[in-house]
């Protein structure tokens, strides 16, 4: 390494914090090489001639006197083909790599890997032609880099100029696939970018979300829905479900690039992703979803600096991908894991603490992040527009949303999945709570639902919503005064929203057919859980009507049916609907 | 690391002591997490300590036992260039030590076969192998409803005055997987009382678990920062045993919330910024370096199962300890106080507990068939059964429903016959779920909604 002449030396070492002086011109954020390991770190703070570096690896057996080398780079991460099915730690070393380079099941220190592949070789297929002027963005060739996604070799950022060579054929990413002549020179392009992972990539425009991501999950996709580009947050105690819910917004959602960083949680959990992505179908294209998948594992006791950085390694490798005009996922489980990891560090350097010690920069932080997301209109010539969705997990102590992680997270998403831990405990899943709930891309994605579900879909919803509001209301009346004080309606009021719990919202994600339902299927089931509702109210409201009557009836058995139905026979909904229609009005001749 | 450094750095500079904390001044080429010796005139016995924070030539040392009687005036401090160590052997099986390491049953000293970190390192999660061999503790409330799994870290809940020793005790007894493989139990103690460390002993003595165990205790009575030493020599033990001589290892650690006020002496000492309750901000990365040294890894034969049990103070599950401990851990089985009172033993709060792992270790190659439909069945039908306990301690029994009324007996009798079992009964998972669908026969048929029919026609007893 020629960085001899950037030597500084060590003068503080305090768990994952290292203070060090003498290193030449040194940066913000710039990657350093800590000890005799040369452990991998970055300069967060300046003072005087004093750089605080955070270590991103284990600081065990470190000490002052011991040398520094500067490296001159921010902390950055590699872009080109070869990211898709790649397993990383927080700071994108390949975890296979890692294993096999320390020869260990442990993560051992000082490796030194790169994100991709120097020696994989892949074809390229130009696109820009010799003499075309090009800006950052267009793209100059493609990659077939998995069977699902098209890889976008694109123009790095900032430079602009005429092409004066472009290659097709197989090169590995650091070959010379393209020659662009520029004001300072003829630039050598290879499909590897490096891109700062502190700076978000830039964009044309961002333009207002309108489009849902479909999840296959009822609750969400029905009553909660976020937008392609669209921030949720979903806070929950542990236990109630926050895992299982990215997992399986992860292997469903109809994103077409996801990110997956495992924040601080557990090795296990990870393991299990592991596992079962490549295995498992997306039930979107047929294809194994781990062709479309990257995974960024850095689990609770792995380095708590590099806990930090993965977040930001995981939306900058997302953004690369909804710079090429693709519509991006990113789940952060947990979010809350990041703040902590920045408050132990700023804890470290005897920063002044702000709310539960948290630095008093954890909102802008959460702020920057979340600002991430967006649809945008791509960088370059070519009108492309990519998306990218942030669903993040936060983890309140206690489930206590007015803690300052979860408070700074709610101020910068606009869709919220609470997840209660009651729920959890009457195993009714997923635990998001219909009434503290909200989603604000509802108005955003009314006219999608009109033209490509049914016109009646946002009023059907709403309608369901209030049910399930009044039946709050009611439940409260039973349980002082018992079932028998009520009217009828409002039997059948509770009736039905029962039913709008157990046999709508309640969905089990372990279980093949009931984990994913298509948005059309949704719209059926509710509908057709409403129309006894709509049906019925006319009826049990007439006097003497004896609502036991209408309580045994047949077709109620059924309800719980309605989400087996396969999504190709819409019709069977329709036969239900008459049959509801003709039982309860039959109910009617008998009364007379 | 590349450079070897044995050098060993003595000095006489002692500049301050404050709680577990020791001051160096004047010192050179010291590494952070180093061990340190330190000698005070007159005594013979060498102090043990490690580096904490090292500043210019100023060096923070923790010191692993009480600070009382030590000098800054002529005591030696060497600096050791290794970080704390523990020689492992297997014939550390059948052996019990202090919760510093030391020999504590009067045997002879542990021939070492291997001199081994404490502090551990990150399991790779792409060397880990998923848990997924079902552990049968015959206990139906864990078998059937919070399957624990080989390889898992599953705490126990507790709170003051609930019997989680008897069932600590239960599961090491009893727990077994379908190969019918022993596990050998590490198990280690943190600041309980000595009847409480007696207890274990004489339990694992008494049923012949001793010979495959090995004990650390560290009791009330022992020294506070020793605690934080106890868990980390524990697991190293474990890893050896599991990793490197493939045997199957269950790890009980108690309790865990002394092992945290520890931490928070320790923290208060440096005088840190303290996050919620004065717990150190790090709480949650310290934790999972001791709960996250459970598992498999792929291509080793043994596996480290974890049980650390914990004391909710006043019950409180939203306690610092608790919380972030369930944030780490795969799950957990609460202790209910509730059961408890009602004499139902073991008291495990079924709906409360969760084993996140479950669905790994079910199914009809694992347990059976019906085992998934039946517990979310069971699950399902005891939650009406309560909802109708607490209405009908306000309304009066017989304003319930005819199928409230039959899931209120249910309950009940879920609750005496199902959760409640004698402290040396092992049952066997399928007698479990036999006694499951047995009390099933109980609640009208229509309401089996959670599993599926053809379960149902099998297994249901026909009455």
């Known amino acids: 390494m020629n960085t001899e002449k950037k030597k500084g030396i060590i003068t503080r070492v305090s768990g994952p914090l290292v203070e060090a002086k003498g290193l030449i011109a040194p940066k913000m954020y710039e990657v350093v090489r800590v000890g005799d390991a040369e452990l991998m770190g970055e300069i967060i703070e300046l003072k005087g001639d004093i750089s605080s570096i955070q270590v991103y690896e284990e600081t065990a057996g470190i000490g002052p006197g011991e040398p520094v080398y500067g490296t001159g780079g921010t902390m950055s991460v590699d872009l080109g083909p070869g990211l898709l099915e790649s397993i990383y730690d927080g700071i994108q070393r390949p975890l296979k790599t890692i294993e096999e380079k320390s020869g260990s099941c442990y993560i051992a220190r000082g490796i030194e890997v790169d994100g991709i592949d120097r020696d994989r070789t892949w074809d390229i297929t130009a696109v820009a032609k010799v003499g075309d002027l090009v800006s950052g963005g267009d793209i100059l060739g493609e990659v077939q880099e998995t069977s699902l996604i098209m890889h976008k070799v694109m123009v790095p950022p900032g430079i602009s100029g005429k092409v004066k060579e472009v290659k097709s054929g197989s090169f590995n990413v650091t070959e010379t696939i393209a020659v662009i002549e520029t004001f300072e020179g003829d630039l050598d392009i290879p499909m590897l970018q490096k891109w700062p992972i502190r700076v978000p990539r830039p964009k044309q425009t961002k333009i207002f979300p309108s489009e849902p991501l479909i999840t296959g999950g009822r609750s969400i996709d029905t009553f909660f829905p976020v937008a392609k580009g669209g921030a949720v947050a979903i806070p929950g105690p542990f236990g109630s479900g926050k895992t299982v819910t990215q997992q399986s917004l992860a292997k469903y959602c109809d994103a077409q690039v996801i990110v997956y960083v495992g924040c601080g949680e557990r090795g296990n959990e990870m393991t299990e992703v592991l596992n079962e992505f490549p295995e498992l179908i997306d039930p979107n294209t047929g294809e194994a979803l781990m062709k479309r998948t990257i995974l960024i594992a850095n689990t609770s006791n792995m380095p708590v600096a590099a806990r930090e950085a993965s977040v930001y390694s995981g939306i900058t490798i997302a953004e690369y991908y909804r710079d090429m005009g693709y519509s991006v996922a990113l789940m952060a489980d947990s979010t809350s894991r990041w703040a902590e990891a920045m408050r132990e560090i700023s804890g470290r350097m005897e920063e002044m603490p702000g709310e539960e010690g948290y630095p008093a920069y954890l909102s802008s932080r959460t702020a920057e992040f979340y600002e991430r997301a967006g649809v945008v209109k791509c960088l370059g010539t070519e009108d492309r527009t990519g998306a990218l969705t942030v669903i993040g997990a936060v983890s309140p102590p206690g489930g206590d949303l007015s803690e300052p992680v979860s408070q700074a997270t709610l101020r910068v998403t606009k869709c919220f999945w609470g997840l209660d831990s009651a729920l959890a405990y009457k195993k009714h899943f997923p635990t998001i709570n219909w009434l503290t709930s909200y989603s604000l891309y509802v108005p955003n994605l009314e006219a999608y639902w009109r033209k490509e579900i049914a016109e009646d879909f946002p009023e059907v919803r709403a309608s369901a919503l209030t049910l399930l509001q009044a039946e709050a209301k009611l439940l409260e009346i039973v349980k002082l005064v018992g079932m028998e004080s009520l009217s009828n309606t409002e039997k059948l009021t509770l009736e039905v929203s029962r039913m709008i719990r157990e046999d709508f919202l309640f969905q089990n994600a372990f279980d093949k057919d009931d984990s994913y339902t298509p948005p059309m299927k949704q719209y059926r089931i509710l509908k057709s859980i409403m129309s006894i509702l709509t049906i019925g109210k006319e009826v049990v409201s007439r006097d003497e009507f004896e609502y036991s009557d209408f309580a045994k009836l047949e077709i109620l058995k059924e309800v719980p049916k309605l989400k087996d139905i396969s999504p190709d026979d819409m019709g069977a909904y329709d036969t239900f609907d008459a049959k509801v229609s003709e039982s309860i009005t039959g109910l009617v001749a008998v009364t007379k | ?463």
Not at chain 2, 305 to 322: A, E, G, N, R, W
Not at chain 2, 428 to 457: A, F, H, Q
Request: charged share 25%.
């Open chain 2, 1 to 463: 690391m590349k450079t070897n450094k044995i050098v060993t750095k003595e000095y006489k500079t002692a500049e301050s002591v404050s709680g577990p904390l020791l001051v160096v001044g004047g010192v050179e080429g010291v590494t952070y997490d180093e061990l340190v010796e330190v000698s005070v005139p007159g005594e013979k016995k060498v102090r043990v300590g490690k580096v904490l924070d090292v500043k210019g030539d100023k060096a923070v040392v923790q010191m692993f036992r009480p600070t009382a009687g030590l000098q800054t005036e002529g005591t030696k401090i060497r600096f050791k260039g290794e970080t704390a160590k523990i020689g492992v052997s297997t014939s550390m099986l059948g052996r019990v030590f202090t919760g510093g390491g030391d020999v504590l049953d009067g045997g002879p000293e542990i021939i070492a076969e291997k001199k081994v970190d404490i502090s551990g390192a990150a399991i790779n999660p792409y060397s880990r192998e998923f848990p997924d061999d079902f552990i049968q503790t015959g206990i139906s409330s864990i078998d059937i409803m919070n399957t624990l799994v080989r390889g898992q870290k599953l705490p126990i809940f507790s709170g003051a005055g609930l019997p989680h020793a008897r069932l600590a005790a239960q599961i090491a007894r009893q727990a077994s997987v379908t190969t019918g493989e022993p596990f050998a139990i590490v198990f280690g103690t943190m600041g309980v009382t000595f009847e409480e460390a007696e207890y274990f002993r004489k339990e694992f003595e008494s049923t012949g678990a001793l010979e495959r165990s090995v004990l650390f205790l560290n009791t009330a009575a022992d020294p506070v920062v020793e605690r934080i030493q106890t868990p980390r020599l524990a697991l190293t033990t474990a890893e050896y045993l599991a990793f490197e001589k493939g045997m199957h290892v269950l790890v009980i650690l108690t309790d865990m919330t002394n092992y945290c006020e520890a931490l928070r002496e320790v923290s208060g000492a440096r005088k840190e910024v303290p996050g919620r309750r004065g717990y150190p901000g790090y709480m949650y990365t310290d934790l999972s370096t001791i709960y996250e040294r459970a598992g498999r890894v792929k291509g080793k034969k043994g596996s480290i199962t974890q049980i650390p049990i914990l004391s909710m103070p006043d019950d409180d599950k939203t306690h610092p300890v608790p919380d972030l401990t369930g944030y780490i851990t795969e799950g957990q089985f609460i202790v209910s106080r509730d059961l408890n009172t009602k004499g139902i033993f073991p008291p495990v709060d079924v709906q409360g507990s969760l084993s996140r792992l479950w669905s790994a270790g079910v199914g009809p190659d694992k347990t059976r068939e019906d085992h998934a439909g039946l517990k979310d069945q069971l699950f399902a039908a005891y939650a009406i059964g309560k909802e109708a306990r607490e209405l009908s301690v306000v309304l009066g029994e017989a304003s319930l429903s005819e199928s409230d009324q039959d899931h209120l007996k249910f309950a009940e009798a879920f609750e005496k016959e199902f959760i409640n079992q004698g402290e040396r009964e092992n049952r066997s998972v399928i007698e479990s779920l036999d006694i499951g669908w047995r009390l099933l026969t109980m609640v009208p048929r229509e309401s089996l909604k959670r599993v599926k029919k053809e379960l149902v026609d099998k297994y249901l007893p026909k009455q």
